[in-house]
């Protein structure tokens, strides 16, 4: 080994003694760990011998994170131009050695070149377990502390990904367990509620698994529910909630059962379960709405909600929404289909992360700057509560009809300055109010200037039904079209209907003037791909970077061919992209050509014969 090298290490070796954070094990050149001394028996840069990293780090409080540093006294020999796992470079060294401990870790592979503090250079990547490539893990150019380390781990996108992936996964296994234990489909999300509330009280976390009799404990988990709900709801919205929740009194399996083999009650294990599953994820990631994608999974045994025209947005949409609104910490916000508030905890997030840690203001943003309206009595239920669970402080959500001129005159008193919705949509079985009805409403509540953002089906936009047109002639009457975006086909793919939809964009009670030109964005390809027993994921995390190229055409009005495209409209018109863009010839391959051409030939076959 080079001299210089040794100097490199020098500097790593110095830095990390220098860290006061003890909860750390550092080992160099092998590990006593047998797990990851099996891992790196054939890791060796020069191909079938064992690996040696320079150093590799674990952590007592997070046995499943690893850091490993590779060293080379040169800068020239930190990373090859094409990369070779076995070419004797930092980059590929470390790299390699987390293709190997990656099998059972999640690995932060560090990669230090250079025989000064100052021509220093320093690369991270995190590949995490399961996965087959690292990813470049923006860091900057020098070494951390050992706890920056965690902390940057456990809040990465690449974490949050995993642990909701596993979140997704053990709804699914929550959900059979529960159907085995015949507790209805359509109370299993008031059931988690009630428990995930239950467990911020601490004496029924410390105690509830020493009640032995199952009545005794199913009426002590309600009544803690409502003990918690009084702390910040008013008595009629906690009398309210406690008749949703009084299900759990008299359930057979809740109130009377234990597991035979080990004596515990049913319902203690459930609690166990979910504390475990639910309760630790909530408590890192806090502004996700957890109970709302629990509640999808939930409702694939039960009809009932998608017969109402009830289609839950996915995550990443809430979270678009916000960016489209500008939501920020000054946004008072009003959803006035809330569902079960996916909306109202996205823009809590923007609005707590632009609030700089200032503990008054996002205490005002909590108690005052959030607002809903449900009129279904259990979502509501869910709605109030995933807002309790998310530490709202008030839970301005009002069970009732939206279209109630007494609603509209509360909700007003609030002053909002953003609307958002997705309005339960209308099916085959059972004709219900147009979207734009829903989104009219909206709109009259908002301040002047305010922004609405909507989902709505495809179909509404396109439609030329003269009730339809009317509703868009009423709208542009008081209200600007800022924008439509054509959304995924799949979108919604887990709706009975798999409807198609689109974002649109209001200014409110600014009248949209005729030479007024709206933008269209043609927004199908959002890098989400189906998956079984996964649904539609980032499996490749191309979302961020679509994410941007979206905003970026938005907010600066871009015409992009094959994306997006600025255009004068009425209430007559179509107001899609698809109707105006240019088609990007550019961007056309082999395989497209090929595909509409199977695609004819198919076509063909079914239809022509």
Not at 8 to 27: N, W
Not at 192 to 213: G, R
Not at 580 to 592: G, V
Request: glycine share 4%; net charge neutral.
């Amino acid at each position: 080994m080079s001299l210089n090298e040794r100097k490199t290490e020098r500097i790593v070796s110095q830095h990390l003694d220098a860290d006061t954070y003890k909860k750390v094990l550092v080992e160099q050149q092998k590990s006593d760990i047998p797990k990851i001394s099996k891992l790196l028996k054939y890791a060796s840069k020069k191909g079938g011998g064992r690996g040696c990293p320079e150093f590799i780090i674990t952590f007592k409080e997070c046995p499943s994170f690893i850091i490993v540093i590779e060293c080379k006294g040169s800068v020239t020999k930190h990373q090859s131009s094409t990369f070779d796992k076995y070419a004797d470079y930092a980059v590929d060294g470390a790299l390699l050695y987390s293709s190997f401990l990656s099998k059972e870790f999640d690995v932060l592979s560090i990669a230090v070149s250079g025989q000064t503090e100052t021509e220093l250079r320093v690369s991270h990547y995190l590949q995490l377990q399961g996965y087959t490539t690292a990813t470049e893990f923006d860091l900057g150019n020098k070494l951390l502390t050992y706890e920056s380390y965690l902390k940057s781990y456990l809040a990465s996108p690449q974490k949050h990904r995993q642990d909701y992936y596993a979140l997704i996964e053990y709804s699914r296994k929550l959900n059979n367990k529960l159907q085995s234990h015949s507790i209805l489909a359509s109370q299993r999300g008031l059931f988690l509620s009630s428990i995930l509330i239950a467990l911020d009280n601490k004496a029924f976390k410390k105690s509830y698994n020493d009640i032995e009799e199952p009545q005794d404990l199913a009426d002590r988990l309600v009544d803690t529910v409502v003990l918690e709900l009084k702390k910040t709801l008013p008595q009629k919205k906690v009398e309210n909630l406690n008749n949703q929740f009084s299900f759990i009194r008299s359930d057979a399996t809740l109130s009377t059962k234990k597991n035979t083999d080990t004596g515990q009650n049913i319902l203690a294990e459930l609690i166990d379960d979910i504390d475990e599953n639910v309760n630790g994820y909530l408590q890192t990631y806090k502004y996700i709405d957890v109970l709302g994608q629990l509640y999808v999974e939930f409702l694939s045994y039960a009809n009932a909600d998608s017969s109402l025209g009830i289609v839950l947005t996915p995550p990443h949409i809430t979270q678009l929404f916000s960016d489209l609104a500008f939501v920020n910490k000054d946004s008072i916000v009003y959803d006035n289909c809330t569902g079960t508030a996916g909306f109202l905890i996205s823009c809590m997030r923007a609005m707590v992360i632009d609030a700089k840690g200032d503990e008054a203001k996002i205490r005002h943003i909590k108690e005052h700057q959030l607002i809903g309206v449900e009129y279904q009595s259990h979502i509501y239920a869910l709605a109030a509560t995933n807002m309790y669970i998310h530490k709202d402080g008030k839970s301005n959500i009002i069970h009732g009809d939206c279209f109630d001129p007494n609603i509209i005159s509360t909700i007003k008193e609030y002053s909002p300055t953003v609307g958002m919705l997705n309005p339960p949509y209308p099916n085959d079985k059972k004709v219900g109010i147009n979207e734009f009805e829903f989104l009219l409403n909206n709109l009259e509540c908002l301040e002047r200037n305010g922004l609405c953002v909507a989902i709505i089906p495809m179909e509404r936009v396109l439609s030329a039904k003269k009730q339809t047109i009317e509703l868009k002639r009423r709208i542009l009457e008081k209200h600007t079209l800022e924008a439509v975006m054509s959304m995924p086909d799949d979108l919604f793919y887990n709706t009975d209907n798999g409807v198609v939809t689109a974002i649109v964009v209001f200014r409110a009670h600014i009248p949209h003037l005729s030479n007024r030109e709206t933008y269209f964005g043609y927004w199908k390809e959002d890098g989400f791909e189906k998956r079984k027993h996964k649904g539609r994921i980032d499996a490749y995390e191309k979302w961020e970077s679509i994410k941007k190229q979206w905003l970026d055409s938005y907010v600066n009005r871009k015409n992009v061919p094959g994306l997006s495209v600025n255009k004068k409209v009425t209430a007559s018109d179509e107001w899609c992209a698809e109707a105006y863009m240019e088609t990007d010839y550019n961007s056309l391959s082999k395989d497209d050509f090929l595909k509409t051409l199977k695609e004819y030939v198919m076509f063909n076959e079914l239809f022509l014969k």
